[in-house]
């Protein structure tokens, strides 16, 4: 992520300040021992991967003031941690112009505060039963000191921007896409009964850094048997009996931008007729709401189609008896907006535009048959229609069972 994608996104946020706003943004903290996930909200201002950054603009003329706070280097600890960006690199990278330390922060700050009337930041979902974000752990002295502050989550702000993916951003969401889907058929095609979940995730992550990938985009989803109806099954502990559906619900994160892909398939080969029956009504619904996408659709009249359509296809083959009652077996929503966060910004009563990128996910579930099925993929709104971007992943009946099939010959 270079200036030339960032500067064009802050000129894009300074157009819908007013007068006497700032935006404060803070980078994800330095992690101990742990792999570095950079906030998304600063990443797409800045993108600079570095912990503990700070990021302000202030309106208040013609032009915005811009700064980034960044850690001085300290070579005694390069030998720990290794070399700080310096101030000219995070310059070059970013396009800010003004890059002091952090030990700056509170007089630059301080300076501007007197006038400023709202600050925007991503500050967080905040509970009052739990302590505060560190963003607003760090703006509380802010806080006390200039009570007529109104502090707000940049989240309104920034959203409209990052709802419209770039032809650069769809290029990563392809990537991760891709990948996500290259390590689905290493498990379809390597996985037999008796191995333990686990095994399966293991697989699917080993594909994924081979191909560049650091970090999942959310914590892999791997469910056979009863555990593919619980919706956010995380253990991946239980060993995987034959005759048993396993369902993966997994994403790639590539350059902070996350697949999310489910697929379904029999691990001794074929389907049961049962299984069968089921995978098809939820493939079909899935294949009409694909067709409903477009420029102008509410994203809420998806889910109300999803879930009718599902209730249709239970009522047919007797599971329900009213469709009222498909909530037993259908309890979610059938798309989210896909981006940076794997539920990323956006809101389930928006209205699509050109641009979007959402998941396509419906499901049946029953737990008493031990016997779960999702079939999700992500979907780009156009300027006519769609583009499934997941298409090359197989989810056909035949498909996936042909690869398991010549899999287990094997």
């Not at 070579?75 to 290794?82: Q, R, S, T």
């Not at 060993?239 to 993966?248: A, P, Q």
């Not at 069968?276 to 619904?285: A, C, E, G, W």
């Amino acid at each position: 992520m270079t200036a030339e994608i960032t500067v064009p996104r802050r000129e894009k946020l300074a157009a819908a300040l007013a007068d006497k706003e700032a935006i404060i943004l803070f980078a994800a903290g330095e992690a101990n021992l742990e792999k570095f996930k950079q906030d998304n909200n600063f990443l797409y201002v800045t993108g600079l991967q570095i912990p503990e950054a700070i990021y302000v603009m202030y309106n208040n003329g013609p032009i915005p003031a811009e700064y980034l706070f960044i850690q001085r280097n300290d070579p005694a600890k390069e030998v720990w941690d290794g070399r700080k960006m310096s101030a000219e690199e995070a310059k070059e990278l970013s396009g800010i112009d003004h890059v002091v330390y952090l030990d700056e922060f509170s007089a630059v700050i301080s300076m501007f505060c007197p006038a400023i009337s709202k600050i925007w930041a991503n500050i967080g979902s905040q509970s009052m039963d739990r302590p505060l974000t560190m963003q607003l752990y760090r703006l509380s002295p802010i806080r006390e000191r200039f009570p007529n502050i109104v502090i707000e989550s940049i989240t309104s702000l920034i959203t409209p921007l990052r709802k419209i993916k770039s032809e650069w951003e769809l290029m990563q969401l392809q990537r991760a896409i891709d990948i996500t889907g290259k390590a689905v058929i290493d498990v379809m095609e390597g996985s037999i009964s008796s191995m333990m979940e686990y095994e399966l995730e293991a697989m699917m992550f080993y594909r994924m850094q081979r191909m560049g990938v650091k970090q999942w985009g959310f914590s892999p989803i791997v469910g056979s048997g009863i555990n593919a109806a619980t919706l956010h099954y995380k253990a991946n502990e239980c060993r995987i009996e034959s005759g048993e559906v396993v369902l993966m619900d997994v994403g790639a994160s590539y350059m902070n931008y996350s697949a999310d892909i489910t697929r379904c398939f029999p691990i001794s080969g074929s389907f049961s007729e049962r299984q069968k029956q089921i995978y098809s009504i939820v493939l079909d619904v899935q294949k009409q709401v694909i067709e409903m996408i477009k420029p102008g659709v509410e994203l809420g009249d998806l889910n109300r189609s999803a879930r009718d359509l599902l209730a249709n296809g239970m009522l047919e083959i007797g599971l329900i008896d009213d469709v009222e009652d498909v909530n037993k077996y259908y309890m979610h929503s059938v798309s989210h907006f896909l981006g940076m966060d794997t539920h990323d910004v956006g809101g389930r009563s928006a209205i699509l535009e050109a641009g979007n990128v959402i998941t396509v996910e419906p499901g049946i579930y029953i737990p008493e048959e031990k016997l779960g099925i999702r079939i999700e993929d992500d979907v780009l709104v156009t300027s006519t229609g769609y583009c499934v971007l997941s298409q090359n992943i197989p989810k056909e009946i035949e498909e996936l069972e042909e690869i398991r099939k010549a899999a287990l010959s094997k």
